[in-house]
């Protein structure tokens, strides 16, 4: 894998596509710096290398061309402090500005490209449009893993008009790193926890992980499909009457391999969606009428993490319950500290996607697994053994 480490920058122009893709509010501050945070170690090599950095990144879905909301001028600031230097912006990412900016940069200077979907050719994958992206650069850095899944011009396109000269970004390494190491080398026993509301998000990575899992645990709301294609009681639970076929289907090819697929036992049911309705814990598969399951009880949690505590490899997609909910995240807390417990020990965890992610922040807890992907969307097509087309244009 190349890498920014295989490379020296020394009076180079490296063109370093970011994903700053960043929550702000009202007045346009940053609300969580987490994706810029993680790039700093790529750009900080760069830079001390003697090179200097021009950054591109989309914000937001801008619909027709520019607006004020989703300008990355916003985010000036923030990169001027943790960067230490003044960082200069173009107020488009492409023309004469941008190339004039470009072209006067010195070792140690950093440049903030505006909003590449600005211009709907970014998303379209426009390689004339990706042409005058890379003209503006000596080199191609992606270390935008969270845009990876999009064949987009800065994304994709861009790689071809650097054949000898383009790399992975440390963060984007780290993350195609971490997941092969789930999916191609994970040491056995290999668990996968998997949450959340709907099997439909799901289905495709069940069926990739099937035949690479010891244990397979499903929790959230999709676990009232499974229990009703078993023939459970479910009452209001969520459910996805369609996929009843496909999480039978899933039931009977884990029995044909071996894998152990684990259905909770018990849920914790709630009168209604709201965190002070009236509840009970249940059997999963009697929950009465008018009720819905909305986090897994006590008999599961314990079941769960004895298979956990067992693991040499644990990958965790998805809450186990309605964790937003104080009344609904005693599954879903338990899980991840299992999870923490057991990678300290030794097991290899990777955790991805939004809420799991937002569960392990939650907690406290992302210093106590192994790696926690900010992927979202790239990380699940991976896992679902799809091509990714920023990671196959620059090659692993």
Same mark, same amino acid.
């Given at each position: 894998?190349?890498?920014? =480490?295989?490379?020296?920058?020394?009076?180079?122009?490296?063109?370093?596509?970011?994903?700053?893709?960043?929550?702000?509010?009202?007045?346009?501050?940053?609300?969580?710096?987490?994706?810029?945070?993680?790039?700093?170690?790529?750009?900080?090599?760069?830079?001390?290398?003697?090179?200097?950095?021009?950054?591109?990144?989309?914000?937001?879905?801008?619909?027709?061309?520019?607006?004020?909301?989703?300008?990355?001028?916003?985010?000036?600031?923030?990169?001027?402090?943790?960067?230490?230097?003044?960082?200069?912006?173009?107020? =488009?990412?492409?023309?004469?500005?941008?190339?004039?900016?470009?072209?006067?940069?010195?070792?140690?200077?950093?440049? +903030? +490209?505006?909003?590449?979907?600005?211009?709907?050719?970014?998303?379209?994958?426009?390689?004339?449009?990706?042409?005058?992206?890379?003209?503006?650069?000596?080199?191609?850095?992606?270390?935008?893993?969270?845009?990876?899944?999009?064949?987009?011009?800065?994304?994709?396109?861009?790689?071809?008009?650097?054949?000898?000269?383009?790399?992975?970004?440390?963060?984007?390494?780290?993350?195609?790193?971490?997941?092969?190491?789930?999916?191609?080398?994970?040491?056995?026993?290999?668990?996968?926890?998997? /949450?959340?509301?709907?099997?439909?998000?799901?289905?495709?990575?069940?069926?990739?992980?099937?035949?690479?899992?010891?244990?397979?645990?499903? /929790?959230?709301?999709?676990?009232?499909?499974?229990?009703?294609?078993?023939?459970?009681?479910?009452?209001?639970?969520?459910?996805?009457?369609?996929?009843?076929?496909?999480?039978?289907?899933?039931?009977?090819?884990?029995?044909?391999?071996?894998?152990?697929?684990?259905?909770?036992?018990?849920?914790?049911?709630?009168?209604?969606?709201?965190?002070?309705?009236?509840?009970?814990?249940?059997?999963?598969?009697?929950?009465?009428?008018?009720?819905?399951?909305?986090?897994?009880?006590?008999?599961?949690?314990?079941?769960?993490?004895?298979?956990?505590?067992?693991?040499?490899?644990?990958?965790?997609?998805?809450?186990?319950?309605?964790?937003?909910?104080?009344?609904?995240?005693?599954?879903?807390?338990?899980?991840?500290?299992?999870?923490?417990?057991?990678?300290?020990?030794?097991?290899?965890?990777?955790?991805?996607?939004?809420?799991?992610?937002?569960?392990?922040?939650?907690?406290? +807890?992302?210093?106590?697994?192994?790696?926690?992907?900010?992927?979202? /969307?790239?990380?699940?097509?991976?896992?679902?053994?799809?091509?990714?087309?920023?990671?196959?244009?620059?090659?692993?």
């Amino acid at each position: 894998m190349k890498t920014v =480490d295989s490379y020296h920058f020394k009076d180079k122009k490296a063109l370093v596509r970011v994903d700053y893709n960043v929550p702000l509010d009202e007045q346009f501050r940053i609300t969580d710096t987490t994706r810029i945070d993680a790039s700093l170690p790529t750009l900080r090599k760069i830079l001390s290398d003697g090179g200097s950095v021009i950054l591109m990144s989309h914000l937001g879905r801008p619909k027709e061309g520019p607006e004020e909301k989703f300008s990355l001028k916003h985010l000036l600031g923030y990169l001027s402090q943790v960067l230490h230097t003044p960082v200069q912006f173009a107020d =488009d990412c492409i023309g004469d500005q941008a190339a004039e900016k470009a072209a006067g940069l010195r070792p140690g200077d950093v440049l +903030l +490209l505006e909003n590449l979907r600005f211009h709907k050719e970014e998303t379209k994958g426009n390689e004339e449009f990706a042409g005058k992206l890379a003209r503006l650069g000596d080199v191609y850095v992606n270390d935008a893993f969270g845009s990876a899944h999009r064949a987009h011009a800065s994304t994709a396109i861009i790689a071809g008009f650097f054949p000898d000269r383009k790399m992975f970004g440390y963060l984007m390494a780290n993350e195609v790193t971490s997941i092969n190491n789930v999916l191609v080398s994970a040491k056995h026993p290999f668990t996968a926890v998997l /949450g959340g509301a709907k099997v439909s998000g799901k289905i495709e990575i069940i069926n990739h992980l099937m035949d690479k899992v010891d244990n397979l645990i499903i /929790g959230g709301g999709m676990m009232f499909t499974f229990i009703r294609a078993m023939g459970g009681r479910i009452g209001n639970s969520l459910v996805e009457e369609d996929l009843l076929d496909v999480a039978k289907s899933a039931l009977y090819r884990a029995k044909e391999l071996g894998v152990n697929l684990m259905i909770p036992v018990d849920t914790v049911a709630a009168s209604e969606f709201n965190n002070e309705a009236e509840r009970r814990t249940v059997q999963a598969d009697q929950v009465p009428d008018g009720w819905m399951g909305m986090d897994i009880g006590p008999e599961t949690m314990k079941n769960f993490a004895e298979i956990i505590h067992q693991s040499s490899t644990i990958l965790w997609n998805g809450p186990m319950g309605v964790f937003e909910m104080p009344n609904f995240e005693n599954g879903t807390r338990f899980i991840a500290e299992s999870i923490a417990d057991v990678t300290q020990k030794g097991a290899y965890s990777l955790i991805g996607g939004g809420d799991s992610v937002a569960a392990i922040n939650k907690y406290h +807890l992302a210093d106590r697994v192994s790696y926690v992907s900010t992927g979202g /969307g790239a990380m699940l097509e991976y896992m679902e053994g799809k091509v990714l087309p920023g990671v196959a244009a620059i090659g692993v």
